[in-house]
């Protein structure tokens, strides 16, 4: 192969890493930024989508597999402050999780499509606590689910029993095409955890 061509192509990667962090909207966390910064230039998503889900502000980033920034969107995110799920929560039905036991997990996950007990695809983010990305859909009308994700309240997205709950019509635009047909990576930052817990080499990234 010619070695021009290699440099390149390697020159238009790196090129990619910044620019993609620059790309976010301007209300994206600086601890969103760097976890891009890293993740695109030491390519820890392995060619593949990636999306940072942000609790702290409860709102999602989709990049496509060569890092470029598609969209970003606001999250229903689990009802509890916190940053694991409890060790047997995928074995037990709804109605025995506790209130302090519904959150989103925090870390690094590699996505796979699937579909919930309706039939409805769905996107597993941590299948064996049954954490999934998925539509909004509304448990009952007392949620207020949809009105929660027009809010302009980090703390009222805080509603579900775990699972991040997107607009639809986002979803069916930036999740579905991507991480629906195959595998992806997606970041959770914590809410109550230090962010070097689960990131700890995008930690020291500049």
């Known amino acids: 192969m010619n070695r021009r061509l290699v440099f390149s192509a390697l020159g238009c990667t790196l090129a990619l890493a910044p620019l993609a962090a620059r790309a976010l909207p301007a209300d994206a966390s600086a601890t969103t930024r760097q ?12 060619g593949l989508p990636f999306a940072v889900i942000d609790k702290p502000w ?29 060790p047997d929560l995928g074995t037990r039905p709804l109605a025995q999780i506790r209130p302090e036991e ?37 448990v009952s009308a007392a949620e207020r689910r949809h009105q929660r994700l027009a809010s302009g309240s980090a703390r009222d997205k805080r509603i579900s029993y775990g699972c991040v709950n997107a ?3 986002f979803y069916n635009q930036h999740i579905a095409p991507l991480f629906g047909q195959g595998p992806g990576v997606v ?8 962010f070097a817990t689960f990131f700890i080499a995008a930690s020291a990234y500049p």
């Open 35 to 46: 976890l891009v910064r890293w993740a695109t230039d030491t390519g820890d998503h392995q």
């Open 58 to 86: 409860a709102r999602i980033h989709v990049f496509s597999a060569q890092g470029q920034w598609l969209g970003s969107a606001p999250v229903l995110l689990g009802a509890a402050r916190g940053d694991r799920s409890a």
């Open 102 to 138: 519904r959150t989103t997990p925090a870390g690094r996950f590699v996505t796979e499509p699937g579909r919930n007990l309706r039939g409805e695809d769905i996107v597993w983010i941590d299948y064996d606590s049954a954490v999934s990305l998925h539509r909004v859909r509304s």
């Open 167 to 169: 607009p639809e019509a």
């Open 187 to 194: 970041y959770v930052l914590p809410d109550t955890e230090p």
